[in-house]
């Protein structure tokens, strides 16, 4: 049976988002946690394959104690089981000090739930958006790796291959590789289901495995939290807010706001006010 791995991250809710405007920084308090997005398109596409050929899914997070929630949301989607690593010693860690944490897991993962043949990430996540953390990840663990992927078309069981869609700048690339691979997700890649009420029911009661540095005895202390972390960010800023100039049209027929918005555009009143070139009438069609 497949071992699918999916890694996720509890960030916070991108629409609550509000910056201090004193010091430019995350104002964190009251707001809400969610499973990071693209990480759940990650998940679906693996409930998918297990439901076509059988899996066994294991949801990985590192974060604090508090992300045992988005595990648990996971698990209630039909992850089978969920791991988060939590340890003030791994705080203020930057990708680099992520996916060597992420790695060792995974290690350890398949020293207790069997080799994995599978590892789906999110492109990127909501608050670094970097991207960063899967390719990371994929190298410290000689995975082969298939990033923006929008479509998994073929998964070949007993040839241990995988067929995907990559969307590239110029186009979509098929491509297939060999097991043990790992494949970030775009939100392309499927539709997101509904936790079911049983999916739920289980969710509620699921303990999750909680491993800290004292659970990997070969941890290089150096290599993680902030003292291996060499990113390092020398300023943030809010960009300016910007006044949108707008004007209303009455509401009517389709031919009337056509006319009027035509009468606006060759009066010049209305691009004055948006800072737009005065338009002619041939400008926009040779209307009358």
């Not at 899996?55 to 698990?75: D, H, N």
């Not at 082969?144 to 040839?159: A, F, G, R």
Request: glycine share 8%; net charge positive; proline share 6%.
């Amino acid at each position: 049976m497949l071992h699918i791995v999916v890694c996720i991250k509890q960030v916070p809710d991108s629409r609550e988002i509000r910056i201090d405007p004193k010091n430019n920084t995350l104002i964190r308090q009251g707001v809400p946690s969610i499973v990071n997005f693209y990480d759940l398109h990650g998940m679906e596409e693996a409930l998918k394959i297990k439901e076509k050929y059988g899996a066994r899914i294991t949801v990985v997070t590192m974060g604090p104690p508090p992300a045992e929630k988005s595990l648990k949301e996971c698990i209630s989607l039909g992850a089978d089981e969920a791991v988060l690593v939590t340890d003030r010693g791994f705080a203020g860690a930057d990708t680099l000090a992520t996916s060597y944490v992420l790695g060792k897991t995974l290690q350890k993962v398949a020293e207790t739930w069997g080799p994995i043949d599978i590892v789906f990430c999110g492109k990127q996540t909501l608050d670094g958006d970097t991207g960063q953390v899967g390719p990371g990840l994929a190298c410290r663990l000689d995975l082969e790796q298939l990033t923006y992927v929008v479509k998994v078309e073929n998964v070949d069981i007993e040839k241990r291959r995988i067929r995907v869609h990559r969307l590239m700048e110029d186009g979509v690339e098929v491509v297939e590789t060999s097991f043990p691979v790992l494949l970030t997700a775009l939100k392309e890649l499927n539709k997101v289901r509904r936790a079911p009420l049983p999916g739920m029911l289980k969710a509620a009661r699921f303990k999750p495995t909680v491993w800290t540095t004292a659970d990997f005895p070969d941890l290089e202390r150096a290599k993680i939290g902030l003292k291996g972390s060499p990113t390092i960010v020398s300023r943030t800023w809010v960009p300016e807010i910007r006044k949108a100039n707008t004007q209303m049209i009455p509401e009517g027929s389709s031919e009337d706001t056509a006319k009027a918005l035509v009468e606006k555009l060759l009066s010049g009143e209305l691009p004055k006010k948006l800072g737009w070139a005065e338009p002619t009438a041939a400008s926009i069609g040779g209307a009358k």
